[in-house]
């Protein structure tokens, strides 16, 4: 079975401050991790991917196979990151099992000014 | 393109009643997925669909249940319903090997 978990619930940083929000998954398979962010009032949206290695809006996330983690980092956290942050997973079948998606409870950020 | 979009935005129900909730995916996705949302917690899988067919199912009684059209607009049914369903019923939809795009969601609320 695969399982996802934020340990925190809330995260509370000062604009310019590191921030980093913990995610560990665990999984036979070797999976595709995600990070989907949803700010207030808004839909839940794909914020980065693994396999793309890419930085959004400063942010970043190493895939840790070792220790089964997908932590997103920022090293300069800005007010409008404030968020629900959902740390997700998805089996790596290809095709279709990107709808197939088991989420983290999720850990609210909030950026104080 | 509007994105998915999920009707109604909000409905009550009664205990026992049954519901059902839809979906419209973004043009060209092929993929419509349905999750569960309750307070303080995050999406739970419940459907997959593609090409109208059920690829994936979580674990969730057989009072739900969901199908997919030929358009690729998708229902998701709801019968007998307990105070515990109440929660924010997620749509997704997605191209073979890209993201899930979700929609604003149905908040269903049980009394």
């Known amino acids: 079975a695969q399982r996802v978990t934020q340990p925190e619930k809330l995260l509370s940083v000062f604009k310019g401050a590191p921030v980093e929000l913990k995610c560990n998954y665990s999984?036979?398979?070797?999976?595709?991790l995600f990070w989907y962010v949803q700010y207030s009032r808004q839909r839940l949206q794909l914020l980065l991917r693994?396999?793309s290695r890419e930085s959004i809006k400063g942010f970043t996330a190493d895939l840790n196979k070792g220790e089964t983690s997908f932590h997103l980092k920022k090293p300069f956290a800005q007010e409008e990151d404030s968020a629900m942050y959902y740390c997700?997973?998805?089996?790596?079948?290809?095709?279709?099992?990107?709808?197939?998606?088991?989420f983290g409870q999720g850990t609210i950020l909030t950026v104080h000014p | 393109d509007a994105g998915v979009t999920q009707s109604p935005t909000h409905l009550i129900k009664t205990r026992g009643q049954q519901v059902t909730l839809r979906c419209s995916p973004i043009s060209g996705h092929k993929s419509v997925s349905w999750y569960q949302q309750v307070l303080g917690q995050g999406p739970q899988f419940i459907f997959q669909?593609?090409?109208?067919?059920?690829?994936g199912r979580g674990n969730f009684p057989d009072r739900f249940s969901a199908r997919q059209f030929p358009n690729y607009s998708s229902e998701l049914n709801v019968n007998a319903l307990l105070l515990g369903d109440s929660a924010l019923y997620l749509c997704?939809?997605?191209?073979?090997?890209?993201?899930?795009?979700f929609g604003q969601g149905t908040r269903l609320t049980v009394v």
């Open positions: 669909y593609y090409e109208k067919e059920e690829r």
């Open positions: 999984y036979s398979g070797s999976p595709e």
């Open positions: 997704a939809s997605s191209k073979q090997s890209t993201e899930a795009f």
């Open positions: 693994h396999i």
């Open positions: 997700a997973l998805s089996p790596n079948a290809g095709g279709t099992s990107y709808g197939k998606l088991t």
